[in-house]
């Protein structure tokens, strides 16, 4: 795990986010600088599902004080908060 | 109380009595009402200075922090009025309400601020809400401007049926006879430790700020981010040691289906449980009573009138299938159902529910003022004692996690994208899983995805009105006479599109 860069995350990322909220998005729109919250692709409950898998997959388990609108704006400011807590470890 | 007169005394009150006392408790640093105090006058000042006065609109687009509701204090102060403004609203969206509402001023971090269009920007007063105090060689001068009971205090924005967001004018009487009735309800003290679940702009955050200011107690603010995010929540309300809580039924659900709730004992400050927005199912319902000996309130009421019933949960109500009454009439209002004709309806019988009384709204900005009672749309039964049951909506209008939405809105903004040639939105799911799901029609030769169609819905539509499931169908399906047919909509879904962890 430890090995991860942050491109990994973020492609990871990306696929999960694809695969769970945007029907595969086969039109390839999603990139790491789409703003998640603006457009209601994290909404309340995909966020709360988003969490769930952060800490389940990378075992990361994200601070109530880092859940924040800057945190979790792109899938960019997610790799780098996923892959600050790994290298931590 | 008697010579208090608007809705900003009860933080003044509070600060002059203990001023050391937390006021306002968030991860974005806390304040005490001393601080507050000062804070709001620091803000009143800039704002004055600006030309702020007496019936001037200010929009406070921030996220939750004690430096927001320091503003909200000072545009009171100054008799003004104060617009809050999700943080997540897109500019847009928060152009409509600016220009709907006439706003002379901004309060808003920079980041915020800076997102505004320089046509408007240029003709509001922007107020940078966490510069830091000016250090200040003169004596600080308190700000109180003499507000008349029937002055707005504030503008809440609702999804209005038009596609044109509503503000929904509240009166300084309006907010004080809601707060008094909770105040007298619950009977809350300084050691009090009130939840701020809900969004700023959003009414329920008004019992959570202003029955803790009333008697000096602590706000506890929860980010929006984390609003649902269930063992954060959890751990929030046993770290924060609340004693009031106060939030849509989903979140109370998520707590306890996701978050772990029960396997923790109630914390020994929990003293209420308050809810509204949506029906609490009695599932649910019964493992929250069992867990906890807080007080169990169901609170009732559109954004137009505050909260105007309420019912107390008793063993007999868990003894039954249904959703726990929304209760008596409350804060001073009278509320009764009215039949199809018009009458009012007996007990056994089904009606619309009908408020009049001091909490009514004073209108929408703009539009005509509100006279006379005020019909909300929803249908309930009248009970045996003369409470009521909630039946449902009569309109158009579904609420998800208690945010109300007119499907029509979210209708009109798809088919503003010129490349939809159909759409169609339902609310599917249950209490917690409950999401908007649009179908729609591309037409011909257009290529655009998902998060191009949602790019275009958010310069439209609130956050929260944005499908959480967008599908992209070749046709909608109509019945025989060639209405849209919604139970077959309904079909294809098996809840919402979700991985299981």
């Known amino acids: 795990m430890a090995t991860q ?11 999960f986010i694809r ?5 595969g998005d086969p ?63 | 109380m008697s010579e208090r007169r608007g809705l900003h005394d009860l933080l003044s009150a509070s600060a002059a009595r203990t001023p050391d006392a937390p006021a306002v408790v ?5 304040m005490s009402y001393g601080e507050l105090d000062e804070r709001a006058d620091a803000l009143a000042g800039r704002l004055s200075g600006q030309g702020i006065s007496k019936g001037d609109r200010v929009l406070i687009w921030s996220p939750k922090s004690a430096n927001a509701i320091a503003a909200m204090q000072a545009v009171l102060r100054l008799g003004a009025i104060y617009i809050p403004v999700d943080p997540l609203t897109p500019p847009e969206r928060f152009l409509v309400i600016a220009r709907e509402s006439g706003a002379l001023a901004l ?7 800076a997102r505004v269009p320089s046509p408007l920007r240029d003709c509001l007063a922007c107020v940078d809400l966490d510069a830091a105090p000016v250090p200040d060689a003169l004596p600080r001068t308190p700000v109180s401007t003499c507000v008349e009971p029937d002055d707005l205090a504030y503008i809440l924005y609702t999804s209005g049926s038009t596609g044109t967001p509503k503000g929904v004018c509240i009166s300084h009487r309006s907010a004080l006879a809601f707060i ?70 989903s979140a109370l659900i998520l707590m306890l289906r996701d978050g772990g709730l029960l396997d923790r004992p109630a914390p020994g400050t929990l003293r209420a449980l308050l809810f509204a927005g949506e029906p609490f199912p009695i599932g649910p319902l019964r493992a929250l009573a069992a867990w906890s000996d807080a007080r169990l309130l169901n609170l009732y009421g559109p954004t137009e009138t505050n909260v105007c019933t309420y019912h107390e949960v008793r063993p007999a109500d868990l003894a039954r299938d249904l959703p726990v009454p929304i209760g008596k009439p409350c804060s001073g209002d009278r509320v009764w159902a009215i039949r199809a004709d018009g009458s009012e309806a007996e007990p056994g019988e089904e009606g619309e529910l009908v408020v009049s009384g001091p909490t009514v709204f004073a209108g929408y900005w703009g539009r005509q003022p509100q006279e006379g009672p005020y019909a909300t749309g929803d249908r309930v039964k009248v009970r045996p004692d003369g409470s009521f049951d909630y039946l449902g909506r009569r309109d158009g209008m579904v609420k998800i996690r208690g ?67 967008i599908r992209f169908v070749d046709r909608l399906p109509h019945n025989d006479r060639g209405k849209l047919d919604l139970a077959a909509l309904q079909r294809p879904l098996h809840g919402p599109q979700k991985v299981q962890g």
């Not at chain 1, 729109?29 to 998640?36: H, K, N």
């Not at chain 1, 898998?53 to 004080?65: A, F, N, Q, S």
């Open chain 1, 5 to 15: 860069t942050r491109e990994d995350i973020s492609s990871q990322l990306l696929t």
């Open chain 1, 19 to 23: 695969e769970s909220f945007l029907a």
């Open chain 1, 27 to 89: 039109e390839g729109e999603l990139d790491a600088d789409t703003p998640l919250l603006e457009l209601g692709i994290l909404n309340s409950l995909n966020t709360a599902i988003l969490v769930a898998h952060l800490g389940e997959d990378y075992g990361v388990h994200v601070p109530l004080i880092d859940v924040t609108a800057t945190t979790f704006k792109s899938v960019r400011t997610l790799s780098e908060l996923v892959h600050e807590s790994l290298s931590r470890k």
């Open chain 2, 26 to 30: 968030g991860p974005a640093g806390s």
């Open chain 2, 107 to 113: 309060c808003a971090p920079e980041d915020l601020s």
């Open chain 2, 180 to 249: 008094d009735w909770a105040v007298a309800e619950l009977a809350p003290g300084p050691q009090d430790r009130f939840a701020n679940h809900s969004g700023l702009s959003f009414d329920l955050s008004v019992l959570d700020l202003y029955a803790a200011f009333t008697v000096g107690a602590a706000v506890c603010l929860i980010q929006p981010e984390f609003a649902y995010v269930p063992e954060g929540l959890v751990e929030f309300l046993h770290r924060e040691r609340i004693s009031v809580w106060y939030s849509v039924p």
């Open chain 2, 403 to 469: 945010h109300r939405i007119e499907l029509g809105d979210v209708v009109a903004a798809l088919y503003s994208h010129q490349g939809v040639a159909e759409a169609a939105v339902i609310a599917v799911g249950d209490g917690l899983d409950r999401v908007l799901a649009a179908f729609v029609v591309r037409s011909r030769g257009s290529a655009f995805g998902n998060v191009a169609l949602r790019r275009h819905l958010a310069g439209r539509l609130a956050p929260h009105m944005i499908p959480g499931d």
